[in-house]
Nanobody
Framework: VQLQASGGGLVQAGSSLTLSCAASGRAFSNNGMAWFRRAPGQEREFVAGISWNGGSIFYTEAVKGRFTISRDRIKNTVSLQMNSLKVEDTALYYC?????????????????WGQGTLVTVSS
């Protein structure tokens, strides 16, 4: 059972990136999913979460209006569209599958984690 995150890279401030998370070995179509990030020297923090059917979506305040989380239950993927990137968005981004049908800002609620994909935003 694995989550594979991809799509990170080095971009300039104001640019856009789309991160993708693909599940293998097990379908997570009935689980909440989320993206977290760990900036250099900081703790890992919640970024965005989505419920099993997409009916509940929420974001950390710092990315509201700029990031969009979505999922494709058939393809078993979750995406994070990131627009108007800022230098402070630089971090290692992780996708995670929740224990239940909804997402949470609480990391302990997530049982499966991807390896992370690095996003670097330059000024």
């Amino acid at each position: 059972v694995q989550l594979q995150a991809s799509g990170g890279g080095l971009v300039q401030a104001g640019s856009s990136l789309t991160l993708s998370c693909a599940a293998s070995g097990r379908a997570f179509s009935n689980n909440g999913m989320a993206w977290f990030r760990r900036a250099p020297g900081q703790e890992r923090e919640f970024v965005a979460g989505i419920s099993w059917n997409g009916g509940s979506i929420f974001y950390t305040e710092a990315v509201k209006g700029r990031f969009t989380i979505s999922r494709d239950r058939i393809k078993n993927t979750v995406s994070l569209q990131m627009n108007s990137l800022k230098v402070e968005d630089t971090a290692l981004y992780y996708c995670a599958a929740a224990r239940g049908a909804v997402a949470s800002t609480d990391q302990s609620y997530f049982r499966t984690w991807g390896q992370g994909t690095l996003v670097t935003v330059s000024s």
